[in-house]
């Protein structure tokens, strides 16, 4: 049976991108005069698209393609104090309450005891340890990993730690950065789609793989991960 399984936390164990979206529309809001919402949208995304290399995930490096944005939308005229709006909107969302998403308690509690459970993030190290600490997962997962990126190797690296890869499981909202670089490892994937999915985390096509899973919600992925026999 399976005796690793890690857990991706944004959009898996609590609400996240909603947040993003709304700080998207809080930013339309300050660029109206420059560009409809559609076009700053676009922009937005291109910018993320651009930054996330050098600056990673979360919440900093998204407040920085915000202001990037502003910039490129105004040709470089947005006033200080539209400034200060964008770089509010992106202090706010590190404010953010946080909730669990529906039968997250519930399944942690009854898998602590089954497996070694390991929340695997990536995003600002600050703003995912204060995500973990208010959410409280801490009593169920025995360890914390923030990561820069989720590719094979860092599921090579972190299961390799507690077992075999064999043996380990990888459960999240995010086929591309949870589930498939899992596979790839040569450990297991459980896809656990969320309401909404960040265009930079979409994947086109999904393989058909053995060792691939999509579940409907986190109990159907519990389930799931106690019936595979490696
Ligand atoms: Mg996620």
Partial sequence: MIKTVGFDADDTLWHN???????????????????????VAGVLLEM????????????????FSMMDTGLAVSGGHLDSSAMVDIMNIGREMLAHPV????????????????YELVLITKGDLVDQERKVR???VGNWFSHVEIVSEKR?????????????????????NSAKSDALPAVRAGA????????????LEMVETVPDHPRYFEAKDIVHAAEIIKDIEP
């Fill in 48 to 63: 993320q698209r651009r930054n996330v290399p050098t600056m990673g995930y979360g919440i900093k490096a998204f407040t």
């Fill in 99 to 114: 909730d669990l998403l529906p039968g997250v308690a519930d399944t942690l509690e009854g898998m602590a005891g089954n």
């Fill in 134 to 136: 208010l959410s409280e």
């Fill in 17 to 39: 991108e909603p947040f993003f979206g709304e700080a998207q529309a809080a930013l339309i809001e300050v660029l109206k005069d420059f560009a409809n919402g559609s076009d």
């Fill in 188 to 199: 297991w994937g459980v896809h656990v789609p969320y309401e909404v999915t960040w265009e």
């Fill in 152 to 172: 094979p190797q860092t599921y090579e690296a972190i299961f390799g730690r507690f077992g075999s890869l064999n043996h380990s499981a990888m459960i999240g």
